[in-house]
C-alpha cells in the first residue's frame, strides 16, 4: 500500500518540477501576453476583418463576378426538384415512350 502512495507522490512532484522549468516557447509567450494583454482575446477576429467580411466578396474582374453568379444558378437549379415525368437521356426514346401528339386545331391538307 505505501508503494502506491510513493509512486503517486513521485509523480505530483515530477509535474510540479515540469511546472516550474518553462520551456522557452511559453517563456517568450508570456512575454508577448505580458506586453500585449489584448492579443488573442477577440474570438471572432479584428474588426478590420469583420468588416471587410461584412462588404461582400470583391471580385477581380467581370469574369470572376459572371463565375460566380452561374455558379450561384447551378446550386440553385441542383437543389430545385427533377420532375420524373420528363425524358433526360436515360435511354433511348421508342415511339411507345413518347407522349402522343396533340390534336391540333386547324386540320392539315396532308393530314387528309
Same mark, same amino acid.
Given at each position: 500500500? #505505501? @508503494?502506491?502512495?510513493? /509512486?503517486?507522490? %513521485?509523480? /505530483? /512532484?515530477?509535474? @510540479?518540477?515540469?511546472?516550474?522549468?518553462?520551456?522557452? /516557447?511559453?517563456? @517568450?509567450?508570456?512575454? *508577448? !501576453?505580458?506586453?500585449?494583454? +489584448?492579443? &488573442?482575446?477577440?474570438?471572432? &477576429? #479584428?474588426?478590420?476583418?469583420? !468588416?471587410?467580411?461584412?462588404?461582400?466578396?470583391?471580385?477581380?474582374?467581370? &469574369?470572376?463576378?459572371?463565375?460566380?453568379?452561374?455558379?450561384? $444558378?447551378? $446550386?440553385?437549379? *441542383?437543389?430545385?426538384?427533377?420532375? $420524373?415525368?420528363?425524358?433526360? +437521356?436515360?435511354?433511348?426514346?421508342?415511339?411507345?415512350? *413518347?407522349? $402522343?401528339?396533340?390534336?391540333?386545331?386547324? %386540320? #392539315?391538307?396532308?393530314?387528309?
Amino acid at each position: 500500500m #505505501s @508503494e502506491g502512495a510513493e /509512486e503517486t507522490r %513521485t509523480s /505530483e /512532484e515530477q509535474q @510540479e518540477m515540469d511546472d516550474k522549468v518553462i520551456s522557452p /516557447e511559453k517563456a @517568450e509567450e508570456a512575454k *508577448l !501576453k505580458a506586453r500585449y494583454p +489584448g492579443l &488573442g482575446v477577440r474570438a471572432g &477576429g #479584428s474588426d478590420f476583418l469583420k !468588416k471587410r467580411l461584412q462588404k461582400g466578396q470583391k471580385y477581380f474582374d467581370s &469574369g470572376d463576378y459572371n463565375m460566380a453568379k452561374a455558379k450561384m $444558378k447551378n $446550386k440553385q437549379l *441542383l437543389s430545385a426538384p427533377v420532375e $420524373k415525368t420528363e425524358i433526360t +437521356g436515360d435511354h433511348i426514346p421508342t415511339p411507345q415512350d *413518347l407522349p $402522343k401528339r396533340k390534336p391540333s386545331i386547324a %386540320t #392539315s391538307k396532308l393530314a387528309g
